[in-house]
């Protein structure tokens, strides 16, 4: 595997359900991010990593919980969705001590029913 | 706060040359980012300009003013597989990896 990856790319849940969406990297990175993707809306960054500890979050409902648990890895767990949360979501990586440039990966495509 | 605008959609010609806008207007500036996103895939990385003037790589150009909040992308020889959406972004402070998005210019190549 290269690059960004994210598992699952499509997922639909109720809104009792938990679910967890995850994102890998293999490109050495020591940042990593989520973003929403919502139809004519600019990408919303909710949460950055920097060598593993959380330096930003976004004013990010506490349904969403990120976990970062090594530099490779990052993971959004999901519970209680609404039906407005459905969006694709982002995971990106970078850099953070040289390089400008995020790499994203395909994105997980959520649905709340 | 910030803020970042470009045109929701342009149509061009194959072969032509598009110019796509962003002004923006954010509480610091330390560098603005061009990326393009195809419809269901993820956003690629294209351009980056942190001094004024412009950036050319190939086809596509990036111009920057600082002074003025603008910037714009310049595609030439225009392809069909051009059509995709352009997201404008912008770094306020350096170190601090936080892009703040305008909301894309989706691009329609026709015959």
């Known amino acids: 595997e290269t690059g960004v990856t994210q598992t699952p790319r499509h997922l639909v849940m109720g809104m009792t359900n938990k679910k967890s969406l995850k994102c890998e990297q293999h490109?050495?990175?020591?940042?990593m991010y989520w973003y929403k993707q919502s139809a004519k809306k600019p990408l919303e960054l909710m949460f950055v990593y920097s060598l593993e500890e959380r330096v930003e979050n976004n004013s990010v409902p506490s349904r969403f919980s990120p976990e970062c648990p090594n530099s490779s890895h990052l993971f959004l767990h999901l519970h209680t969705l609404q039906p407005e949360d459905s969006a694709l979501y982002l995971c990106a990586s970078s850099q953070r001590d040289d390089s400008y440039e995020q790499y994203f990966g395909p994105g997980t495509r959520l649905t709340v029913t | 706060g910030q803020n970042i605008d470009q045109p929701t959609e342009m149509t061009a010609t194959e072969g032509a040359i598009v110019q796509i806008n962003c002004t923006y207007q954010t509480s610091g500036f330390n560098g603005l980012f061009w990326y393009q996103q195809h419809a269901g895939e993820a956003p690629t990385f294209l351009s980056y300009n942190v001094l004024d003037g412009l950036e050319e790589k190939g086809r596509f150009s990036s111009f920057l003013s600082r002074s003025k909040g603008y910037s714009y992308l310049l595609l030439k020889e225009l392809q069909m597989k051009d059509s995709a959406s352009y997201l404008c972004a912008v770094r306020a402070n350096f170190g601090n990896e936080k892009l703040t998005f305008g909301t894309g210019t989706r691009l329609t190549i026709i015959p």
């Open positions: 490109l050495g990175h020591n940042a």
